[in-house]
């Protein structure tokens, strides 16, 4: 499968609104950062981990041309907000496309874009089937075996993924040890790191290089970064060889 980082950033997005700091001035494309969001291509299906608010713009400057199913890690404005932006995808394909979430998320998010989910809605809302996770669920699409990982976020339970031997979370405060034993010594983890200074909700850079030392993966990637990570270059250079801050664009085979 190729997988495409469409967005790195943390909620506010890099430059974020009325900051100068010099993150945010920065004319280098890897200090840009659009809100979170994961492209996966496996080799008849197009996904896509959470729907940022920036996503017509990722699927534009990416090419994405048809999605297949959304895997939706939590509610936060900056994973949900850009559900409304696949309503072009049905202009040529009458498929609905499948979403996974938790019970939580489903409510919450049909419950904000109510439109979709009404039962009956006007011509050119998205199609949607849904499924329900509980925590640890597999499931399997076409050549992907999918697990559901619990990951706490502050007060709030969300999911991760793995995804054969991808595990993908994003927003995590901490990570559980049955969730720790389900995801060690796999080849990818691609994991959040919003700054240096701790935070109630989101793993600072020293906690996630704890969780890297503890996954043990061949590979990592962080995401979800503010401006108060630094600048992309400089942090890359502190990192051990086998991790790095991972950039809108990146993408690579696994
Ligand atoms: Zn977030
Ligand atoms: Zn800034
Ligand atoms: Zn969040």
Redesign the pocket.
Known sequence: MKITFLGTG??HGVPMINCSCEVCSSSLPEDKRLR?SLWIQSAAKSILIDTSPDLRQQALRYGIDKIDAIFYTHE?A??VNGIDEIRPFFRNSNTAISIYWHQRVKLEVSKRFSYIFSANPYPGMPQINDTVLSDFQNFQLDELLITALPIRHGNLDIFGYKINEMVYI??ASGISEETLAKIKGCEILILNALRNQSHFTHLSLIQALEYVEKISPKKAFFI?MSHEIGLHEKVNQTLPLHVQLAYDGLNFEI
């Open positions: 943390t909620s979170t936060h900056d994973h994003t927003d979800h």
